[in-house]
């Protein structure tokens, strides 16, 4: 086994793509499902005449809908975790359809 350490989203895609083939992945649900558009590398100092209530989303990559996706070099068996607060089985089989080729989703 090996670790490999990532900030965001982006960088475990890149990571897990770069890792492909494998036998089995197994993702417990989304990193994160959104990102700050407007990325700063350095704290964001408060200051007059900013609207600090406008914070611009961008929506992170879905990661198993990817693996599970990957043309040539698809895990032979994708299992999924979701993290929901309602309906649970409904949204389960819906994300479960929506990744297309997800072979076992909770």
């Not at 990532?6 to 793509?17: G, K, P, S």
Request: hydrophobic share 40%.
């Amino acid at each position: 086994m090996r670790v490999l350490k990532v900030e965001t989203a982006d960088e475990m895609l890149a990571h897990c793509m770069e890792s492909l083939p494998v036998d089995i992945a197994v993702c417990a649900a989304a990193v994160a499902d959104w990102k700050v558009a407007n990325k700063s590398d350095q704290k964001i100092k408060k200051q007059k005449n900013i609207n600090y209530e406008t914070l611009s989303l961008s929506q992170n990559p879905d990661i198993l809908k990817t693996l599970s996706n990957a043309d040539n070099n698809r895990p032979d068996l994708v299992i999924g975790f979701a993290a929901e607060t309602e309906d649970i089985l409904h949204n389960g089989i819906r994300k479960q359809k929506k990744k297309l080729r997800l072979d076992l989703g909770k």
